[in-house]
């Protein structure tokens, strides 16, 4: 039996010129086992100047990541051109297209999803989340940026608490990262 890591939701928000993506830590195994609770799966790369969310399979969302890193590097941080870039590179290789992950990806500027398939989606709304919690996460952030003045920070947070609260593969240990 192959043993599957999976499991999580992350958020990101763009509001009044800052950028905030959340993820919470859980890593969970065969659908029914927390394997890890303080997974770290939101961080920073590209000098700092990019923030990455991933979401679904761990080894998968890796491979991803460091993709498009990979396409970061060679595309001098132009988040819009690396993403397509990946996004041709997935479709023109048959494992690739495989891929059982999503991410978040944001630079100061602009929020993207890029998925395993080779999709490049920008989000309605300056608000996404993925994961097994991201439905959850996405309308709570809808109704908390409709009916609040909470900066992106604070938005992206409380929304993942709420989806923690609903979502049993979503944990409370919530990390964040902000780009202003």
Known sequence: METVFR??????????GKIAVAGDGQVTMQNSIIFKNNARKVRRIYNNSVVIGFAGSVADAFSLSERFEGMLNKFA??????AVELAQLWRDDKVARQLEAMMIVADKNQLLILDGAGNVIEPQDDICAIGSG???ALAAARALIQNTDYDAKEVAYKALKIASEICVFTNENIIVEELN
């Open 134 to 136: 991201g439905n959850y």
């Open 7 to 16: 499991g999580t939701t992350i958020c990101a928000v763009k509001r009044n």
């Open 77 to 82: 941080g132009n988040l819009m051109r690396s």
